[in-house]
């Protein structure tokens, strides 16, 4: 079935139209599903809301959540089995990274660069799975965003590469805990994309034009097709997917 409708989804992490969060939201929307979002601190509520606010179908729900707090992510989770019971998946979309340590050499991280990346890029993921566990009742799947930055190193990306290997060796870890449970957790492992994050990286620009020169499809990719690919991952059509990375990358990553 393709359909998502009489399903609910948290979608974490839209910070405005750009963000690759919105572009899960739309396609999940698409697919008639009701839609949770969570954002960082107030002041990004109401571009959620007015996002939120153009979409078609079920009225969307909206939680406070900021990832580095324990306390934070135990209430929103227990505020939305309160509001809404059972949830069917949830799209990770969060990172961060001090912008001075993500251009030059990666041998310069500080502890605390270091520390806060992964706190918030890294163990984000586990803290959420742990609080929307008993939640997904009904199974489903949760999916979070990555980079290849992880698997190779890529200029720049540096203290970012580091915590998304740590995300990546998550997503293994939480699908082999959570599979019993008939939870799965992937991974989308997105090419470029022009977003807020993304403009904290050093020569952002670069990266796009050796994606044109020399990705398979030869164009970067877009929002939506990440959409979609979380919606797959989301829905029934994925149900023996778990512990997957899947590149939505132009094939970049296949290519020396
Ligand atoms: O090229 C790209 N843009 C790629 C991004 C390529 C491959 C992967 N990714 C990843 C990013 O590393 C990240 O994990 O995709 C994910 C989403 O990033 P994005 O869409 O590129 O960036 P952006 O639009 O800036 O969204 C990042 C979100 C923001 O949303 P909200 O509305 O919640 O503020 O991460 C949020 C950030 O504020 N964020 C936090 N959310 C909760 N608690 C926190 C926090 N402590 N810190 C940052």
Same mark, same amino acid.
């Given at each position: 079935?393709?359909?998502?409708?009489?399903?609910?989804?948290?979608?974490?992490?839209?910070?405005?139209?750009?963000?690759?969060?919105?572009?899960?939201?739309?396609?999940?929307?698409?697919?008639?599903? +009701?839609?949770?979002?969570?954002?960082?601190?107030? +002041?990004f509520?109401?571009?959620?809301?007015?996002?939120?606010?153009?979409l078609?179908?079920?009225?969307s729900?909206?939680?406070?959540?900021?990832?580095?707090?324990?306390?934070?992510?135990?209430?929103?989770?227990?505020?939305?089995?309160?509001?809404?019971?059972?949830?069917?998946?949830?799209?990770?979309?969060i990172?961060?990274?001090?912008?001075?340590?993500?251009?030059?050499?990666?041998?310069?991280? =500080?502890?605390?660069?270091f520390?806060t990346?992964?706190?918030?890029?890294?163990y $984000?993921l586990?803290?959420?799975?742990?609080?929307?566990?008993?939640?997904?009742?009904?199974?489903?799947?949760?999916v979070?965003?990555?980079?290849?930055?992880?698997?190779?190193?890529?200029?720049?990306?540096?203290?970012?590469?580091?915590?998304?290997?740590?995300?990546?060796?998550?997503?293994?870890?939480?699908?082999?805990?959570?599979?019993?449970?008939?939870i799965?957790?992937?991974?989308? =492992?997105?090419?470029p994309?022009?977003?807020? $994050?993304?403009?904290?990286?050093?020569?952002?620009?670069?990266i796009?034009?050796?994606?044109?020169?020399?990705?398979?499809l030869?164009r970067?990719?877009?929002?939506?097709?990440?959409?979609?690919?979380?919606?797959f991952?989301? =829905?029934?059509?994925? +149900?023996?997917?778990?512990?997957?990375?899947?590149?939505?990358d132009?094939?970049?990553?296949?290519?020396?």
């Open positions: 079935n393709f359909s998502l409708e009489g399903r609910t989804y948290v979608v974490m992490g839209v910070a405005n139209k750009r963000s690759i969060a919105w572009g899960i939201a739309q396609s999940l929307n698409k697919a008639g599903a +009701r839609l949770i979002f969570t954002y960082a601190a107030e +002041r509520e109401k571009s959620v809301r007015d996002l939120a606010a153009t078609e179908g079920p009225e729900l909206f939680y406070e959540c900021d990832v580095t707090n324990d306390e934070a992510i135990i209430q929103t989770f227990e505020n939305i089995q309160k509001d809404v019971g059972v949830v069917h998946g949830l799209a990770h979309c990172a961060f990274a001090n912008r001075d340590e993500l251009k030059g050499e990666y041998l310069n991280t =500080s502890r605390d660069g520390l990346a992964h706190n918030i890029s890294s $984000s586990t803290a959420v799975a742990r609080a929307v566990q008993p939640i997904m009742s009904e199974g489903g799947g949760i979070t965003l990555t980079y290849l930055g992880g698997e190779k190193v890529v200029e720049n990306y540096n203290v970012m590469g580091v915590a998304k290997a740590s995300l990546d060796a998550s997503v293994r870890y939480l699908a082999n805990d959570l599979g019993k449970h008939a799965r957790v992937n991974a989308i =492992s997105a090419g994309l022009r977003t807020l $994050s993304a403009k904290g990286v050093g020569d952002f620009n670069k796009h034009q050796v994606i044109e020169e020399r990705a398979p030869r970067p990719i877009t929002q939506e097709e990440v959409g979609d690919t979380a919606y991952l989301m =829905s029934d059509l994925s +149900r023996g997917v778990t512990g997957e990375i899947i590149h939505v132009s094939g970049f990553s296949t290519v020396a």
